[in-house]
Nanobody, 117 residues
Framework: QVSLVESGGGLVQPGGSLTLACAAS????????MNWYRQSPGKSREQVAM???????NIADSVKGRFAASRDSAKNTIYLHMSNLKPEDTGVYYC???????????WGQGTQVTVSS
């Protein structure tokens, strides 16, 4: 059973920063692409970042230049570093693990990010 636990969400003013963390019960170096998604009110779920098992990192164009992703393999934890936050970044942010061999997809419970003055 794969467990993903997000943390770090909260209320932040426009222009502020937050870092989200996702602690995984799996070895994130071993056969999983790790992803960050968000779901904003009234919108479909959107992928914002991917950290591949091959260590490449891709950031969605919609947040490029403001968001970054990283991982701490020793802690089996990935991070989403968000800066210059805007009200439209408000939403629930989810961690996802995609098994490359199995195709199985696992989700965390999500963490709420609210950008408001």
């Amino acid at each position: 059973q794969v467990s993903l636990v997000e943390s770090g969400g909260g209320l932040v003013q426009p222009g502020g920063s937050l870092t989200l963390a996702c602690a995984a019960s799996i070895n994130i170096l071993s056969g999983y692409d790790m992803n960050w998604y968000r779901q904003s009110p009234g919108k479909s779920r959107e992928q914002v970042a991917m950290i591949s098992s091959g260590q490449s990192i891709n950031i969605a164009d919609s947040v490029k230049g403001r968001f970054a992703a990283s991982r701490d393999s020793a802690k089996n934890t990935i991070y989403l570093h968000m800066s210059n936050l805007k009200p439209e970044d408000t939403g629930v942010y989810y961690c996802n693990a995609l098994g490359l061999a199995s195709g199985n997809s696992y989700w965390g419970q999500g963490t709420q990010v609210t950008v408001s003055s």
